[in-house]
Protein backbone atom coordinates (compact mmCIF):
# COMPACT_ATOMS: atom_id res chain seq x y z
CA UNK A 1 0.00 0.00 0.00
CA UNK A 2 0.95 3.54 -0.33
CA UNK A 3 2.76 4.88 2.46
CA UNK A 4 2.61 8.63 1.97
CA UNK A 5 1.94 10.58 4.69
CA UNK A 6 -1.83 10.99 4.13
CA UNK A 7 -1.64 14.86 5.90
CA UNK A 8 1.18 15.76 3.18
CA UNK A 9 -0.93 13.92 0.68
CA UNK A 10 -4.09 15.60 1.13
CA UNK A 11 -2.70 19.28 1.28
CA UNK A 12 -0.68 18.32 -1.70
CA UNK A 13 -4.05 17.17 -3.92
CA UNK A 14 -6.19 19.56 -2.53
CA UNK A 15 -3.40 22.47 -3.34
CA UNK A 16 -3.01 20.76 -6.90
CA UNK A 17 -6.80 20.42 -7.91
CA UNK A 18 -7.66 24.01 -7.59
CA UNK A 19 -8.31 25.99 -10.38
CA UNK A 20 -7.81 29.73 -11.22
CA UNK A 21 -11.40 30.02 -9.98
CA UNK A 22 -10.65 27.87 -7.10
CA UNK A 23 -8.09 29.97 -5.83
CA UNK A 24 -10.47 33.95 -6.15
CA UNK A 25 -12.53 32.50 -4.75
CA UNK A 26 -10.48 31.39 -1.53
CA UNK A 27 -7.96 34.37 -1.76
CA UNK A 28 -10.33 36.46 0.38
CA UNK A 29 -7.13 39.15 1.01
CA UNK A 30 -5.61 39.39 -2.25
CA UNK A 31 -2.45 38.60 -3.24
CA UNK A 32 -0.39 40.83 -1.64
CA UNK A 33 -1.63 39.35 1.97
CA UNK A 34 -1.17 36.26 0.18
CA UNK A 35 2.98 36.94 -0.24
CA UNK A 36 2.91 38.77 3.33
CA UNK A 37 1.46 35.31 4.99
CA UNK A 38 4.58 33.07 3.10
CA UNK A 39 7.09 35.95 4.09
CA UNK A 40 5.61 35.17 7.97
CA UNK A 41 6.14 31.47 7.55
CA UNK A 42 2.15 30.90 7.29
CA UNK A 43 0.69 27.87 5.48
CA UNK A 44 -1.97 30.13 2.89
CA UNK A 45 -4.09 26.77 2.95
CA UNK A 46 -3.68 25.31 6.38
CA UNK A 47 -7.35 26.37 7.52
CA UNK A 48 -8.60 24.02 4.55
CA UNK A 49 -6.28 21.21 4.26
CA UNK A 50 -6.97 19.10 7.78
CA UNK A 51 -6.97 15.44 6.02
CA UNK A 52 -9.04 13.53 8.44
CA UNK A 53 -10.56 13.21 12.16
CA UNK A 54 -6.73 12.87 13.59
CA UNK A 55 -6.60 15.38 16.46
CA UNK A 56 -5.85 18.81 16.10
CA UNK A 57 -4.65 21.35 18.63
CA UNK A 58 -7.30 24.02 19.87
CA UNK A 59 -6.46 27.80 18.60
CA UNK A 60 -6.09 28.45 22.75
CA UNK A 61 -6.14 26.33 26.25
CA UNK A 62 -9.55 24.73 26.43
CA UNK A 63 -11.65 24.38 29.09
CA UNK A 64 -13.57 21.66 28.06
CA UNK A 65 -12.00 18.46 25.53
CA UNK A 66 -15.29 16.73 24.65
CA UNK A 67 -19.12 17.35 24.51
CA UNK A 68 -21.89 15.14 25.14
CA UNK A 69 -25.56 17.06 23.96
CA UNK A 70 -28.68 16.04 25.09
CA UNK A 71 -31.07 17.21 22.79
CA UNK A 72 -34.93 16.92 23.73
CA UNK A 73 -36.71 17.28 20.33
CA UNK A 74 -39.81 18.75 20.23
CA UNK A 75 -39.11 20.97 23.01
CA UNK A 76 -39.62 20.42 26.96
CA UNK A 77 -41.88 23.12 28.34
CA UNK A 78 -39.70 25.07 31.17
CA UNK A 79 -42.47 26.17 33.15
CA UNK A 80 -42.94 22.47 34.46
CA UNK A 81 -39.29 22.16 34.85
CA UNK A 82 -37.05 24.71 35.72
CA UNK A 83 -38.27 28.68 35.51
CA UNK A 84 -40.65 28.52 38.62
CA UNK A 85 -43.38 31.50 38.04
CA UNK A 86 -45.65 31.54 40.95
CA UNK A 87 -47.52 34.47 39.45
CA UNK A 88 -48.63 32.38 36.73
CA UNK A 89 -49.92 30.09 39.36
CA UNK A 90 -52.02 32.74 40.32
CA UNK A 91 -53.77 33.58 37.30
CA UNK A 92 -53.85 30.10 36.21
CA UNK A 93 -56.58 29.61 33.54
CA UNK A 94 -57.89 33.51 33.33
CA UNK A 95 -57.42 35.03 30.44
CA UNK A 96 -54.42 36.18 28.67
CA UNK A 97 -53.11 39.50 28.47
CA UNK A 98 -53.63 41.19 25.41
CA UNK A 99 -49.89 42.41 24.87
CA UNK A 100 -48.71 39.18 24.83
CA UNK A 101 -50.92 38.65 21.59
CA UNK A 102 -51.27 41.67 19.92
CA UNK A 103 -49.44 41.01 16.60
CA UNK A 104 -47.80 37.65 18.07
CA UNK A 105 -47.95 34.95 15.56
CA UNK A 106 -48.44 31.19 17.11
CA UNK A 107 -48.22 27.86 15.54
CA UNK A 108 -51.39 26.70 16.84
CA UNK A 109 -52.99 28.86 19.32
CA UNK A 110 -55.86 30.72 18.17
CA UNK A 111 -57.93 33.82 19.56
CA UNK A 112 -57.08 34.64 23.03
CA UNK A 113 -56.15 32.37 25.35
CA UNK A 114 -55.99 31.24 28.63
CA UNK A 115 -52.54 31.54 31.15
CA UNK A 116 -51.95 28.24 32.42
CA UNK A 117 -49.55 28.03 35.94
CA UNK A 118 -47.72 24.75 36.45
CA UNK A 119 -49.44 21.57 37.64
CA UNK A 120 -46.27 20.25 39.35
CA UNK A 121 -44.81 21.52 42.62
CA UNK A 122 -41.27 23.44 43.06
CA UNK A 123 -39.13 22.84 45.56
CA UNK A 124 -35.46 24.39 45.91
CA UNK A 125 -32.50 22.44 45.90
CA UNK A 126 -28.37 22.54 46.43
CA UNK A 127 -26.56 25.38 48.19
CA UNK A 128 -27.47 27.52 44.91
CA UNK A 129 -31.37 27.10 45.63
CA UNK A 130 -32.36 26.24 41.87
CA UNK A 131 -36.07 25.79 41.40
CA UNK A 132 -36.70 22.16 39.96
CA UNK A 133 -40.17 20.85 40.01
CA UNK A 134 -41.61 17.25 41.20
CA UNK A 135 -40.75 15.99 37.57
CA UNK A 136 -36.94 15.83 37.56
CA UNK A 137 -36.30 14.37 41.53
CA UNK A 138 -32.94 12.71 40.55
CA UNK A 139 -31.38 15.66 38.62
CA UNK A 140 -32.09 18.18 41.08
CA UNK A 141 -29.81 15.91 43.21
CA UNK A 142 -27.16 17.90 40.93
CA UNK A 143 -28.05 21.79 41.08
CA UNK A 144 -24.80 22.89 42.32
CA UNK A 145 -23.36 21.20 39.22
CA UNK A 146 -25.56 22.95 37.10
CA UNK A 147 -25.35 26.20 35.14
CA UNK A 148 -29.21 27.31 34.25
CA UNK A 149 -29.31 29.45 31.46
CA UNK A 150 -33.09 30.99 31.46
CA UNK A 151 -32.78 34.00 28.90
CA UNK A 152 -32.43 31.67 25.55
CA UNK A 153 -34.45 32.67 22.21
CA UNK A 154 -33.86 31.72 18.72
CA UNK A 155 -35.55 33.16 15.60
CA UNK A 156 -37.69 30.27 14.64
CA UNK A 157 -40.57 28.69 16.17
CA UNK A 158 -41.18 25.40 13.87
CA UNK A 159 -39.04 22.52 15.19
CA UNK A 160 -37.35 21.60 12.13
CA UNK A 161 -35.97 25.57 11.45
CA UNK A 162 -35.56 26.05 15.14
CA UNK A 163 -33.16 21.91 15.44
CA UNK A 164 -31.36 23.45 12.38
CA UNK A 165 -30.61 26.69 13.73
CA UNK A 166 -29.39 25.48 17.06
CA UNK A 167 -27.49 22.45 15.00
CA UNK A 168 -26.06 23.75 11.79
CA UNK A 169 -26.15 27.98 12.61
CA UNK A 170 -29.00 27.90 9.59
CA UNK A 171 -33.04 27.39 9.86
CA UNK A 172 -32.33 25.62 6.24
CA UNK A 173 -30.81 22.72 5.06
CA UNK A 174 -27.19 22.84 4.16
CA UNK A 175 -25.66 23.69 6.96
CA UNK A 176 -22.78 21.52 8.62
CA UNK A 177 -23.36 20.27 11.92
CA UNK A 178 -22.01 21.79 15.43
CA UNK A 179 -20.74 17.94 15.83
CA UNK A 180 -19.01 18.57 12.77
CA UNK A 181 -17.27 21.69 13.40
CA UNK A 182 -16.14 20.85 16.61
CA UNK A 183 -14.50 17.62 15.11
CA UNK A 184 -13.15 19.51 12.08
CA UNK A 185 -11.30 21.97 14.76
CA UNK A 186 -9.89 19.12 17.05
CA UNK A 187 -10.13 15.76 15.21
CA UNK A 188 -10.82 12.82 17.60
CA UNK A 189 -9.03 11.62 20.57
CA UNK A 190 -9.55 7.71 19.30
CA UNK A 191 -7.70 6.90 15.97
CA UNK A 192 -10.13 3.41 16.09
CA UNK A 193 -13.61 5.12 16.20
CA UNK A 194 -15.56 8.64 14.71
CA UNK A 195 -14.98 11.48 16.47
CA UNK A 196 -18.18 12.36 16.56
CA UNK A 197 -21.41 10.03 17.39
CA UNK A 198 -25.13 10.24 17.59
CA UNK A 199 -27.81 8.15 18.61
CA UNK A 200 -32.09 8.54 18.84
CA UNK A 201 -34.40 7.62 21.28
CA UNK A 202 -38.56 7.52 21.42
CA UNK A 203 -38.77 5.87 18.18
CA UNK A 204 -38.07 8.42 16.17
CA UNK A 205 -35.52 10.95 14.10
CA UNK A 206 -36.04 14.74 15.18
CA UNK A 207 -37.84 16.79 12.92
CA UNK A 208 -34.60 18.18 11.43
CA UNK A 209 -33.97 14.75 10.39
CA UNK A 210 -30.30 13.38 9.58
CA UNK A 211 -28.93 16.90 8.99
CA UNK A 212 -28.58 17.60 12.54
CA UNK A 213 -25.29 15.52 12.40
CA UNK A 214 -24.25 15.65 8.39
CA UNK A 215 -21.64 17.46 7.53
CA UNK A 216 -22.65 19.17 4.30
CA UNK A 217 -19.86 21.17 3.18
CA UNK A 218 -17.06 20.44 5.58
CA UNK A 219 -15.14 17.35 4.92
CA UNK A 220 -17.38 14.32 5.38
CA UNK A 221 -15.40 12.05 7.71
CA UNK A 222 -16.89 14.76 9.99
CA UNK A 223 -20.26 13.79 9.83
CA UNK A 224 -21.85 12.26 12.68
CA UNK A 225 -22.24 8.42 12.98
CA UNK A 226 -25.47 7.24 14.50
CA UNK A 227 -25.21 3.97 16.58
CA UNK A 228 -27.74 1.92 17.69
CA UNK A 229 -28.44 0.82 21.12
CA UNK A 230 -30.26 -2.32 19.56
CA UNK A 231 -29.05 -4.99 16.60
CA UNK A 232 -25.67 -3.71 15.02
CA UNK A 233 -24.36 -0.98 16.89
CA UNK A 234 -23.64 0.58 13.09
CA UNK A 235 -25.32 -0.36 10.17
CA UNK A 236 -22.87 -1.79 7.80
CA UNK A 237 -20.26 -2.01 9.51
CA UNK A 238 -20.22 -5.87 9.85
CA UNK A 239 -18.64 -8.03 7.36
CA UNK A 240 -21.18 -9.53 5.14
CA UNK A 241 -22.14 -13.87 5.70
CA UNK A 242 -18.96 -16.02 4.62
CA UNK A 243 -16.62 -12.56 4.82
CA UNK A 244 -13.75 -13.32 7.34
CA UNK A 245 -11.55 -10.45 8.56
CA UNK A 246 -8.63 -11.61 6.65
CA UNK A 247 -10.90 -11.14 3.12
CA UNK A 248 -11.91 -7.83 4.03
CA UNK A 249 -8.36 -6.45 4.53
CA UNK A 250 -7.46 -7.86 1.02
CA UNK A 251 -10.62 -6.44 -0.47
CA UNK A 252 -9.93 -3.09 1.28
CA UNK A 253 -6.64 -3.19 0.13
CA UNK A 254 -7.84 -3.75 -3.37
CA UNK A 255 -9.86 -1.28 -2.93
CA UNK A 256 -7.55 1.40 -1.60
CA UNK A 257 -5.44 0.99 -5.00
CA UNK A 258 -8.56 1.28 -7.60
CA UNK A 259 -9.59 4.54 -5.36
CA UNK A 260 -5.66 6.38 -5.38
CA UNK A 261 -6.30 5.92 -9.27
CA UNK A 262 -9.22 7.28 -9.38
CA UNK A 263 -7.75 10.08 -7.21
CA UNK A 264 -4.82 10.27 -9.87
CA UNK A 265 -6.99 10.81 -12.47
CA UNK A 266 -9.75 12.98 -10.80
CA UNK A 267 -7.75 14.70 -8.04
CA UNK A 268 -10.86 15.06 -5.98
CA UNK A 269 -9.80 15.55 -2.39
CA UNK A 270 -13.29 13.46 -1.43
CA UNK A 271 -11.40 10.42 -2.84
CA UNK A 272 -9.11 10.12 -0.15
CA UNK A 273 -11.66 10.41 2.53
CA UNK A 274 -13.72 8.21 1.15
CA UNK A 275 -10.03 5.72 1.47
CA UNK A 276 -10.20 6.91 5.41
CA UNK A 277 -13.46 5.64 5.64
CA UNK A 278 -12.86 2.38 4.60
CA UNK A 279 -10.01 2.34 7.10
CA UNK A 280 -11.62 3.59 10.23
CA UNK A 281 -14.89 1.45 9.21
CA UNK A 282 -12.54 -2.11 9.34
CA UNK A 283 -11.07 -0.49 12.43
CA UNK A 284 -14.49 0.19 14.23
CA UNK A 285 -15.02 -3.64 13.69
CA UNK A 286 -12.96 -4.81 16.38
CA UNK A 287 -13.27 -1.53 18.87
CA UNK A 288 -17.18 -0.47 18.65
CA UNK A 289 -18.38 -3.91 19.93
CA UNK A 290 -16.79 -3.56 22.62
CA UNK A 291 -17.17 0.46 23.20
CA UNK A 292 -21.18 -0.67 22.74
CA UNK A 293 -21.91 -3.45 24.90
CA UNK A 294 -22.98 -2.52 27.80
CA UNK A 295 -23.40 -5.56 29.19
CA UNK A 296 -19.99 -5.55 30.66
CA UNK A 297 -21.14 -3.07 33.09
CA UNK A 298 -21.88 -4.01 36.68
CA UNK A 299 -25.37 -5.24 37.95
CA UNK A 300 -25.10 -2.08 39.71
CA UNK A 301 -24.24 0.41 36.90
CA UNK A 302 -27.48 -0.84 34.84
CA UNK A 303 -29.45 -0.27 37.81
CA UNK A 304 -28.45 3.19 38.48
CA UNK A 305 -29.18 4.18 34.64
CA UNK A 306 -32.17 2.13 34.42
CA UNK A 307 -30.77 0.50 31.49
CA UNK A 308 -31.15 -2.75 29.93
CA UNK A 309 -28.77 -4.44 27.49
CA UNK A 310 -30.20 -5.19 23.77
CA UNK A 311 -32.80 -2.55 23.72
CA UNK A 312 -33.36 0.79 22.36
CA UNK A 313 -34.03 3.41 24.99
CA UNK A 314 -32.44 6.61 25.97
CA UNK A 315 -31.10 5.03 29.76
CA UNK A 316 -29.10 2.67 27.37
CA UNK A 317 -27.58 5.85 25.08
CA UNK A 318 -26.95 8.11 28.69
CA UNK A 319 -24.40 4.88 29.43
CA UNK A 320 -23.36 4.15 26.20
CA UNK A 321 -22.36 8.34 25.97
CA UNK A 322 -19.70 7.94 28.93
CA UNK A 323 -18.02 5.22 27.80
CA UNK A 324 -17.20 6.63 24.07
CA UNK A 325 -16.26 9.76 26.17
CA UNK A 326 -13.70 7.45 28.49
CA UNK A 327 -12.55 6.34 24.86
CA UNK A 328 -12.04 9.59 23.50
CA UNK A 329 -14.97 10.07 21.27
CA UNK A 330 -15.26 14.17 20.79
CA UNK A 331 -18.66 14.65 20.79
CA UNK A 332 -21.04 12.98 21.96
CA UNK A 333 -25.17 13.89 20.33
CA UNK A 334 -28.37 12.21 22.07
CA UNK A 335 -31.93 13.02 20.62
CA UNK A 336 -34.52 12.23 22.80
CA UNK A 337 -38.08 12.52 20.26
CA UNK A 338 -41.54 13.11 22.17
CA UNK A 339 -41.36 16.62 23.99
CA UNK A 340 -43.75 18.33 21.73
CA UNK A 341 -46.54 18.85 24.65
CA UNK A 342 -49.27 20.20 22.57
CA UNK A 343 -52.46 18.90 24.38
CA UNK A 344 -53.86 17.87 22.01
CA UNK A 345 -54.54 14.37 23.20
CA UNK A 346 -53.00 12.09 26.37
CA UNK A 347 -50.04 11.52 23.24
CA UNK A 348 -49.25 14.99 23.79
CA UNK A 349 -49.90 16.55 27.11
CA UNK A 350 -48.92 17.75 30.57
CA UNK A 351 -50.37 15.20 32.52
CA UNK A 352 -49.76 11.71 30.80
CA UNK A 353 -47.02 12.56 28.10
CA UNK A 354 -44.95 15.00 29.98
CA UNK A 355 -44.19 13.32 32.98
CA UNK A 356 -43.30 10.03 30.72
CA UNK A 357 -40.80 11.69 29.65
CA UNK A 358 -39.68 12.91 32.44
CA UNK A 359 -39.27 9.49 33.88
CA UNK A 360 -37.37 7.99 31.14
CA UNK A 361 -34.78 10.45 30.90
CA UNK A 362 -34.47 11.98 34.51
CA UNK A 363 -32.66 8.82 36.31
CA UNK A 364 -30.08 8.74 33.39
CA UNK A 365 -28.93 12.03 33.15
CA UNK A 366 -28.50 12.12 37.13
CA UNK A 367 -26.60 8.74 36.32
CA UNK A 368 -24.49 10.14 33.98
CA UNK A 369 -23.51 13.41 35.90
CA UNK A 370 -22.66 11.08 38.96
CA UNK A 371 -20.53 8.73 36.73
CA UNK A 372 -18.56 11.21 34.85
CA UNK A 373 -17.80 13.51 38.08
CA UNK A 374 -16.97 9.89 40.08
CA UNK A 375 -14.85 9.28 37.23
CA UNK A 376 -13.28 12.45 36.68
CA UNK A 377 -14.24 13.19 33.36
CA UNK A 378 -17.31 16.05 33.78
CA UNK A 379 -14.14 18.61 34.36
CA UNK A 380 -13.47 17.79 30.78
CA UNK A 381 -16.70 17.17 29.27
CA UNK A 382 -19.09 19.95 28.65
CA UNK A 383 -22.33 18.05 29.26
CA UNK A 384 -25.48 20.18 27.84
CA UNK A 385 -29.32 19.77 27.97
CA UNK A 386 -32.43 21.69 26.43
CA UNK A 387 -34.17 21.98 22.88
CA UNK A 388 -34.81 23.89 20.13
CA UNK A 389 -37.05 26.50 21.72
CA UNK A 390 -39.82 26.98 24.59
CA UNK A 391 -43.28 26.71 25.53
CA UNK A 392 -45.77 29.26 25.89
CA UNK A 393 -47.42 30.63 29.34
CA UNK A 394 -50.82 30.04 27.74
CA UNK A 395 -52.57 27.12 27.20
CA UNK A 396 -52.70 25.69 23.69
CA UNK A 397 -56.39 24.22 23.17
CA UNK A 398 -56.41 23.54 19.61
CA UNK A 399 -59.64 22.89 18.66
CA UNK A 400 -61.17 23.15 22.45
CA UNK A 401 -59.02 20.39 23.34
CA UNK A 402 -59.53 19.71 27.14
CA UNK A 403 -56.08 18.43 27.68
CA UNK A 404 -53.51 20.55 29.05
CA UNK A 405 -50.59 21.65 26.74
CA UNK A 406 -47.98 24.58 25.56
CA UNK A 407 -47.65 25.89 22.10
CA UNK A 408 -44.04 26.66 20.43
CA UNK A 409 -42.48 29.65 21.86
CA UNK A 410 -39.10 31.48 20.62
CA UNK A 411 -38.68 34.02 22.99
CA UNK A 412 -37.68 32.29 25.80
CA UNK A 413 -36.84 29.06 27.14
CA UNK A 414 -34.18 27.23 29.93
CA UNK A 415 -31.14 24.97 28.92
CA UNK A 416 -28.36 23.89 31.47
CA UNK A 417 -24.82 23.39 31.28
CA UNK A 418 -22.74 20.94 33.57
CA UNK A 419 -18.63 20.25 33.72
CA UNK A 420 -16.54 21.78 30.96
CA UNK A 421 -15.20 25.13 32.22
CA UNK A 422 -19.12 26.34 32.52
CA UNK A 423 -20.14 28.24 36.55
CA UNK A 424 -21.29 25.38 38.53
CA UNK A 425 -24.13 26.23 40.63
CA UNK A 426 -25.26 29.45 38.94
CA UNK A 427 -28.44 30.69 37.33
CA UNK A 428 -28.39 33.10 34.10
CA UNK A 429 -30.76 35.19 32.74
CA UNK A 430 -34.39 35.04 33.98
CA UNK A 431 -37.74 35.83 32.27
CA UNK A 432 -41.01 37.98 33.49
CA UNK A 433 -43.11 36.67 36.06
CA UNK A 434 -45.19 34.94 33.78
CA UNK A 435 -42.30 33.45 31.76
CA UNK A 436 -42.97 34.69 28.04
CA UNK A 437 -40.23 37.53 27.75
CA UNK A 438 -36.56 38.20 28.69
CA UNK A 439 -36.01 40.82 31.26
CA UNK A 440 -32.35 40.07 31.61
CA UNK A 441 -29.10 38.51 29.52
CA UNK A 442 -30.12 37.34 26.65
CA UNK A 443 -28.72 34.21 25.27
CA UNK A 444 -29.70 33.86 21.41
CA UNK A 445 -28.54 30.20 19.80
CA UNK A 446 -25.71 32.00 18.34
CA UNK A 447 -24.47 33.47 21.49
CA UNK A 448 -24.55 29.57 22.49
CA UNK A 449 -22.68 28.25 19.60
CA UNK A 450 -19.97 30.61 20.44
CA UNK A 451 -19.70 29.58 23.92
CA UNK A 452 -19.42 26.16 23.04
CA UNK A 453 -16.63 26.68 20.83
CA UNK A 454 -14.68 28.86 22.62
CA UNK A 455 -15.25 26.42 25.97
CA UNK A 456 -13.38 23.98 23.23
CA UNK A 457 -10.70 26.43 22.76
CA UNK A 458 -12.32 27.31 19.23
CA UNK A 459 -12.21 30.87 18.20
CA UNK A 460 -16.18 30.92 17.19
CA UNK A 461 -15.42 34.30 14.75
CA UNK A 462 -12.23 32.93 13.06
CA UNK A 463 -13.32 29.09 13.22
CA UNK A 464 -14.44 28.79 9.63
CA UNK A 465 -14.49 27.29 5.84
CA UNK A 466 -14.10 28.79 2.53
CA UNK A 467 -17.74 27.44 0.91
CA UNK A 468 -19.29 29.52 -1.89
CA UNK A 469 -17.06 32.47 -1.92
CA UNK A 470 -18.02 32.85 1.84
CA UNK A 471 -15.95 32.00 5.30
CA UNK A 472 -18.84 29.96 6.79
CA UNK A 473 -18.88 29.92 10.23
CA UNK A 474 -21.67 27.91 12.44
CA UNK A 475 -22.77 31.30 14.25
CA UNK A 476 -23.46 32.95 10.77
CA UNK A 477 -21.89 35.55 8.74
CA UNK A 478 -22.12 38.45 11.18
CA UNK A 479 -20.21 39.77 14.11
CA UNK A 480 -22.92 39.93 16.73
CA UNK A 481 -22.59 36.66 18.58
CA UNK A 482 -20.62 37.16 21.67
CA UNK A 483 -18.94 34.13 24.15
CA UNK A 484 -21.25 34.35 27.51
CA UNK A 485 -18.38 35.20 29.19
CA UNK A 486 -20.28 35.14 32.82
CA UNK A 487 -21.53 31.54 33.00
CA UNK A 488 -17.61 31.07 32.63
CA UNK A 489 -15.72 29.16 35.67
Known amino acids: MNTIDPLNELAFTRASALTRRHFLQRCNA ?5 ALGQLAGQSASAADTKPSA ?20 GSPPQHEMFDYKPELMKHHLKPCPQEFIEGKTFAFIKGRPKLLGSIYDFQQYGESGAWVSETMPHLAKHVDDLCFIKSMHTDQFNHAPAQLLLHTGSSQFGGASMGSWITYGLGSMNNNLPGYMVMVSGGKNPSGGKSLWGSSFLPSVYQGVQCRAKGDPILYVSNPEGMSRKVRRKSLDALSKLNRLELQQYQDPETLTRIEQYELAY ?18 TLSKYG ?7 FANNCL ?23 GTAKVDDLETQFPQKCRET ?16 LE ?18 RGGSKFLGRDHHPDCFTTWMAGGGVKPGITYGTTDDLGYSVVDNPVHVRDFQATIQHLLGLDPHKHSFPYQGLNQRLIGPTASPKVVHDILA
Open 30 to 34: GLGAL
Open 54 to 73: EMQLPMYAPKAKQVIYLHMA
Open 283 to 300: RMQVSVPGVMNISKESPE
Open 307 to 313: AKPGEAS
Open 320 to 342: LARRLIEQGTRFVQLFDWGWDIH
Open 362 to 377: DQPISALLTDLKERGL
Open 380 to 397: ETLVIWGGEFGRTPMNEA
